[in-house]
């Protein structure tokens, strides 16, 4: 996570080339589509400024250039194909990484982790998740190759999406050019929040398990 906010602060560097070119073209009709294109990409490659493109048309929705509903749409649409996406490249990784994991203990033991970790937190996780860069791939991966039921990660990935997108375009629209120049801040506030999240769904968990026991 560190190299990611390091990478987010390099403000002459390609991140920051992009940042300003999304900024400036923000108000085209087009912009909508790629919204679109860049969440799509950033699920499969996490190298992607997802968040800051959806608060960058969250800013133009504040300022009158761009429509808010449509800005949250474009993130969530293109968000949950890229989702999908990864979870079918991770169904194909399957066959290969389950014939290693025969050979490699370790890898074996990795993966049983990662599918007792989806079974336990179930679709939550996938919200949770969707607020980290890296990790929502990951996630997202692993649900593909662990064979999870399609239908349970179309349905959790949705509501993360739109849970995602609303959080970012409404972001960038309420507080504007605060976090359209300063992308590493709006970085910062969408982990944490993500934390929170996570803390607080976890805390609730083990709360109802401790109750299930005790009954």
Not at 1 to 17: F, N, P, Q, W
Not at 43 to 58: C, D, F, L, R
Not at 102 to 111: D, N, S, T
Request: proline share 2%.
């Amino acid at each position: 996570m560190t190299s990611a906010v390091l990478i987010a602060a390099e403000g002459d560097g390609i991140i920051g080339r992009t940042t300003a070119w999304l900024s400036d073209v923000s108000a085209a009709g087009w912009f909508i589509a790629v919204i679109a294109v860049i969440a799509f990409f950033d699920s499969v490659v996490p190298i992607v400024p997802s968040e800051t493109t959806v608060i960058i048309g969250g800013v133009a929705a504040g300022a009158g250039d761009q429509n808010l509903l449509v800005v949250i749409i474009a993130g969530a649409v293109g968000a949950f194909l890229g989702d999908n996406a990864a979870y079918i490249l991770g169904g194909r990784l399957s066959g290969p990484i389950s014939r290693r994991a025969q050979r490699r203990e370790k890898l074996a033991k990795r993966l049983q982790w990662a599918e007792r970790q989806i079974r336990a937190r179930g679709g939550l996780l996938l919200v949770t998740a969707r607020f980290i860069p890296g990790g929502r791939t990951a996630l997202t991966v692993s649900c593909g190759i662990t064979h999870q039921p399609r239908a349970w990660f179309m349905s959790w990935v949705a509501i993360a999406v739109v849970i995602w997108a609303t959080y970012a375009a409404v972001l960038g629209s309420v507080f504007g050019r605060a976090f359209q120049d300063d992308h590493t801040a709006a970085f910062l506030i969408a982990f944490g929040t993500a934390l929170a999240i996570n803390v607080a769904i976890e805390a609730i968990r083990k709360v109802r398990h401790m109750r299930r026991a005790a009954g």
